[in-house]
């Protein structure tokens, strides 16, 4: 279908594919600019189900279903990458979807996102595509070990590769993660890692967030930092460029982040791409005028651009179901810092490594702020007396 000739005004009503978190603070941000939100979930009383108007439950793989939720939204944006292409297409043929097919078309495989972004003009590490062990044989000679066998497609926090440090590994990594398309990367020894946040809109307006520092523990985003530390004005200008260049490349309207590989002698690489908002980007609600959801808001619906630059340096952490594992957090205890708030996503029970909300933490530097929000998340595991 073709984008409206006119914005789409407050009291319309806007979709979401996907039901997690990141469509709960969609949801959120829709709705203080009055607009109408309905969520398509997999399951029923889900975080964002639960914050939205209408929640309508059905598989992403029942067409007719996508159809008539499709029908009865202005525009459809998404929460997560892996709604199946023939899901978007479906919807389609009914409303607005941002970003499009052909968006998730590129960014759902890792080889051509690899080959897209390389063929763009951005840096990457690199890489070559195996589709069986005597190719990824061919594939380690040639890159060199070590090196990290992924999925092709699917695979999130850490899950769908491994790291392969010698031959004698190939036949059971290749057992553990094929058979199937996958791809071969040369292994990066990065210093950290990076992200960059754009918002493009229908008109070709673009707004960035970053660079972020980016900590992960277990494989999973640990704490967020914004600015990123100790940055130099080359590199970040350079960062900018970077994901201007994919953002452009790649036609999204809506939000993409970009993720980053900064190494030792200050090189940037484009490790990752993720067509929706980003858990880095979280902290942008308090640090920044137009969260990364309220520019998903904007772009869906033909609005200009918010301003993007940060009030303040700012820093989150996670806060995963680990938490729970001695009882209830204690919430006064962290709230009582100046300067933090919490954000909790409405999930039903709580599990190890599994995202349960996060702190945001603003600071006069970025030093300051990330250590307030490591204080703050401290202080959870703190008991009262006689608790």
Known sequence: MS????????????????????????????????????????????????AADVEHVGLFTDLASVERFARGVSAITLEFENVPVETIHAAERCTIVRPAASVLFTTQHRVREKTFLRDAGAPVGEFAAVGSLAELEAAAAQLGLPAVLKTAQMGYDGKG?????NTAEHADAWRQLGPGACILEAFVPFRRELSIIAARSSTGEVALYGPIENEHANHI???????????????????????????????????LCIELFE?????????????????????TIEAC??????????TLCGLPL????????????????DLWENGEPNWQRALELPGVSLHLYGKESAKVGRKMGHLTALGETPEAARALAIEARSRLSCRTMGS
């Open 306 to 321: 918010g301003n993007a630059a940060p009030r303040q340096p700012a820093a989150m952490a996670n806060l995963l179901g």
């Open 263 to 283: 190494t030792g002698s200050g090189e940037l690489l484009v490790n990752e791409l993720a067509p929706r908002p980003h858990n880095s980007g979280h902290l």
């Open 3 to 50: 984008p409206p000739s006119t914005p789409l005004t407050p009291g319309a009503t806007l979709g979401v594919f996907g039901s997690g978190q990141l469509g709960r603070m969609f949801v959120h941000a829709a709705q203080r600019l009055g607009y109408k939100v309905h969520v398509f979930s997999p399951h029923r009383h889900s975080p964002a189900g639960l």
């Open 221 to 255: 985003l640990d704490i967020s930092t914004y600015p990123a530390r100790n940055i130099t004005r080359s590199s970040a200008e350079e960062a900018e460029r970077i994901a201007r260049r994919v953002v452009e490349a790649l036609g999204v309207v809506g939000i």
């Open 289 to 298: 005028d137009s969260s990364q959801f309220d520019q998903q808001v904007r």
């Open 161 to 165: 590769q491994r790291v392969l440090k």
